[in-house]
């Protein structure tokens, strides 16, 4: 019961071209016009070519995948290690640009509080005021 339950489920496109192949074979078995022996002979031998073609076939599309896998993996290694140089070199900048201003800015400072300090040869003591 299990099977015929499965056999209306499937999709009517499919059952049409299982039935058309069932009836096709069986007629042409019929209405051959060679003997039996002959015929299931050249049914094997036309069998293995097919067999053989598909193998064939999916040997070549084996390797061409294969050799697609291995391009990508290249690609993406060739991308992986222009992106890691890319942050690399990125980094290095900003560690730089900000040292940079840190300088600068320490140097301003410093700068800064010259111009407030008083000098010791002037003797006098007032407050430092405060760099803006």
């Known amino acids: 019961m299990a099977r015929i339950a499965d056999v209306h489920d499937r999709h009517p496109l499919e059952m049409g071209i299982l039935a058309g192949l069932f009836m096709g074979a069986c007629l042409g078995l019929l209405f ?30 084996k390797g061409t995948i294969g050799h697609w896998a ?4 290249e690609a993406y290694v060739a991308t992986r290690d222009r992106v890691v140089k890319g942050t690399q070199g990125t980094t290095r900048y900003v560690r730089d640009v900000a040292d940079a201003v840190t300088m600068k800015g320490h140097r301003q400072s410093d700068a800064a509080l010259r111009r407030v300090s008083p000098t010791p040869s002037s003797g006098s003591m007032a407050q430092p005021r405060k760099a803006i």
């Open 32 to 61: 051959a016009p060679r003997r039996g022996s002959e015929t299931r002979k050249r049914a094997r031998e036309g069998v293995n070519q097919m067999v053989s073609s598909t193998s064939r076939g999916y040997r070549r599309a």
């Open 70 to 73: 291995d391009s990508g993996h």
